[in-house]
């Protein structure tokens, strides 16, 4: 099976007999808002014999909930999402890259921001009532489907803002914005702000309280599981938090724990929403004890674009370190994300358990990317989706079990045709151990002049000799550079990808050097 090309689903599912028995599992998408890879005590990142390997960021931050989760399943180091989050929140909807869905860029929920020189006709309305999601298939399967959190699936005015038109039975929290007004209760979320604008919805009970927004979520999550519990339903619960996007406004519970650490006040503050995250995390498996399911329920963690720690330059090794770049950029530390897969209580008598065995504690080193849920998800719910649906996403069930895949195309391809972000005018390809940067309008007018690319329009590294992304070899690797290229322009005419245009309206397609 080749990645990047077009698909049925319905074809590749009927080769599958999915989970089977009296009862379906419950599955649970806990994702997590600008959650780099590096931002966890967990360590994902390998030494050269493939053994976890800490790094000081990994000493700054607590999430004890994220190494129960990782000692009880498998962990990924090489998991890849786009570098910003609406097109990464669209593909786990659809399982299909951005470069297809054509939601390339951040939706603003008040206007339309594709770029001076971004396509025109880029999908900034995002998803709508008659798309294909993950949670209407669910819910058309037996499913009842929850959202807790964070939506940002559409613009204000426009049917995406509103989760409940795409597939999900529940909405608590989802709206057209990305980032909250406030974490604090006592603010309203934003609403008591000069943010009321994105002021979190469906909270109002716990307005003018010290319940941070987390926690609320959390207590929401928790309560929307018992009621579908006591119906005797399985259930589809995306819990999308907001943390741990800025506003970085500290969560008091943990304040005392980063205070003397000799980070800036900014950085303290994110640490307290990565740890109140993970308290959440914690909550919600003992919640699942609690009401005895944890063993027919499943879970995958994960952020939806790299790390935006306040911690220095996207294009340099700080937030991120020892990887290069943050959240919008092209280099890894921009879009490798942590992804673990657990049963929320591990039993190897479990009847659901032993059709999908996952070996605890283990370190996965297979590329994989956020378009593989879809079709994982929908093969643990014994689940189809309709004719016609095209999906660029993989199933993840062999890599969830420890085992190699050798038919999976160690491939991902990031494209960026937008000029209002960190990084501009952008794709990135990897295939094996290399990965091509390429730049497609190497200089682009802006209001301080001139947006100028180091190493001009390419720049190409080798993860396996360099993981850093430290030295160029575009110029010193001249056929190899070709050979990325040709894949990258392959990949992109595969997905039916749109580009950004030059100063006369022509489209800047990416050229071979």
């Known amino acids: 099976m080749k990645k990047f090309l077009p698909l049925l689903i319905a074809v590749t599912l009927s080769l599958f007999t999915g989970l089977n028995g009296a009862e379906k599992p419950n599955i649970v998408v806990f994702l997590v808002d600008d959650m780099g890879v590096m931002d966890t005590s967990v360590p994902f990142l390998t030494d050269d014999n493939g053994n976890p390997q800490k790094h000081p960021l990994n000493h700054f931050y607590r999430t004890p909930s994220m190494e129960r989760l990782a000692a009880q399943g498998i962990r990924f180091n090489q998991f890849y999402a786009m570098s910003v989050c609406s097109p990464t929140r669209i593909s786990i909807m659809t ?42 298939i669910l819910k058309g399967a037996g499913y009842r489907t929850i959202h807790v959190g964070k939506g940002h699936f559409g613009p204000n005015d426009h049917e995406g803002e509103e989760p409940l038109n795409l597939g999900f039975d529940v ?17 309203g979320y934003g609403a008591l702000t000069k943010r009321s604008h994105h002021s979190v919805p469906h909270l109002d009970a716990y307005h003018s309280t010290e319940t941070f927004l987390t926690e609320a979520l959390t207590l929401e999550a928790k309560k929307r599981v018992s009621e ?66 944890a063993e027919n329920t499943l879970i995958f963690f994960l952020g939806d674009n790299g790390s935006d720690a306040p911690l220095g330059d996207q294009h340099e090794v700080a937030c991120a370190a020892p990887l290069r770049g943050k959240k919008g950029a092209h280099y890894e530390g921009g879009m490798r994300l942590p992804f673990i897969a657990a049963w929320a209580k591990p039993d190897p008598e479990n009847p659901l358990q032993r059709q999908m065995v996952i070996p605890k504690g283990t370190i996965q080193d297979q590329v994989a990317n956020v378009t593989d849920l879809f079709p994982t998800v929908l093969q643990v719910a014994g689940a189809k989706a309709p004719e016609g649906h095209p999906v660029d996403g993989e199933l993840l069930q062999t890599l969830i079990t420890g085992e190699a895949d050798d038919s999976r195309d160690e491939q991902f391809l990031m494209h960026y045709p937008h000029g209002v972000h960190r990084s501009n005018y952008f794709t990135t390809w990897r295939d094996g151990d290399w990965k091509v940067i390429y730049h497609t309008l190497p200089e682009i007018p802006t209001t301080g002049g001139f947006i100028q690319f180091e190493g001009g329009h ?15 070899l575009a110029e010193s690797h001249p056929a190899e550079l070709t050979r990325m290229m040709k894949g990258l322009i392959a990949s992109l005419e595969a997905h039916e990808a749109q580009y950004p245009h030059d100063s006369e309206g022509v489209e800047a397609r990416p050229s071979l050097p």
């Open 171 to 187: 909405n608590v929290a989802g709206a057209s914005f990305g980032a909250p007004g406030s974490y604090y209760g006592e603010k």
């Open 458 to 472: 390419y720049q190409l590294f080798n993860l396996a000799d360099d993981p850093y992304e430290s030295k160029n």
């Open 95 to 136: 399982g299909q890259n951005a470069a297809r869905h054509h939601a390339t860029n951040w939706i603003n929920p008040r206007k339309d921001n594709a770029g001076d020189n971004g396509p025109a006709d880029w999908d900034w309305a995002g998803l709508g009532k008659g798309d294909i999601t993950l949670p209407g």
């Open 228 to 293: 579908t519990v006591k119906a005797e339903e399985p259930f589809y619960l995306y819990f999308s938090h907001y943390a741990v996007h800025a506003p970085f406004e500290s969560d008091p519970r943990f304040a005392e724990h980063y205070k003397d650490s000799g980070k800036p006040v900014n950085a303290q503050a994110f640490a307290t929403l990565v740890e109140g995250m993970d308290k959440s995390l914690g909550d919600m498996l003992d919640h699942f004890e609690d009401l005895g399911i």
